[in-house]
């Protein structure tokens, strides 16, 4: 994965502008300290599994073991060449099945959680090749589970009581796109 995912925006909307270019590119070592503010803002960070603050070495680690793994796409999301959203698509299972997770910046502008799920099913399902993308939110995160259903996936269930934070558990929401059930933006 050499080049740089280009796509045109001609629909998005509020500040993300019509001649807006938006790009994935693969992760590097240089945008360790982003992804982790980014990762570790609070508003990010209550509705991952994990919740507590990751430390540089520890995000270090994670990113050297994660980024040796040929069935792992940790990815960078552009927009005017500007790093907005991170994106890991991990194939799970044989024949493209693979789990994606994804945040966008915390100050980014109004629209960029759109553009980046567009960009990252056209790698997707483009690119990697992929037959099936899956996603989870945690049942409280309702704006995670709106996207989802925007973005064309399937609700495949609901996995009752699967994460325990620490003081309560709380129900998974599954979902899934097919590769020809994706369809791209004009």
């Known amino acids: 994965m050499d080049q740089v995912w280009m796509l045109s925006c001609a629909k998005w909307r509020a500040t993300v502008s019509e001649a807006t270019v938006a790009g994935i590119r693969p992760m590097n070592e240089g945008d360790l300290e982003r992804v ?3 990762r ?4 990010v960070r209550r509705y ?4 507590h603050e990751i430390s540089l070495k520890e995000h270090a680690r994670w990113f050297a073991r994660a980024s ?7 990815l960078v999301f552009e927009i005017d060449k500007s790093p907005l959203g991170f994106i890991n698509i991990h194939q799970i299972a ?3 099945i693979a789990d994606w997770g994804f945040y966008a910046a915390p100050d980014a502008p109004k629209g960029t959680g759109h553009a980046l799920g567009q960009a990252a099913l056209r790698y997707a399902f483009e690119a990697a090749g992929l037959h ?3 996603g989870q939110a945690l049942a409280f995160n309702e704006r995670s589970i709106r996207f989802h259903l925007n973005l064309g996936f399937q609700r495949e269930g609901v996995l009752r009581h699967q ?3 620490g003081r309560q558990y709380h129900d998974v929401v599954c979902f ?3 590769a020809n059930e994706w369809h791209q933006p004009n």
């Open 48 to 51: 991952m599994y994990t919740q």
């Open 176 to 178: 899934g796109l097919l």
């Open 36 to 38: 982790l503010s980014w």
């Open 94 to 96: 044989s024949g493209g």
């Open 40 to 43: 570790n803002h609070p508003e």
């Open 132 to 134: 099936k993308l899956c």
């Open 163 to 165: 994460h325990f934070d």
């Open 68 to 74: 040796q793994d040929p069935e792992r796409h940790l």
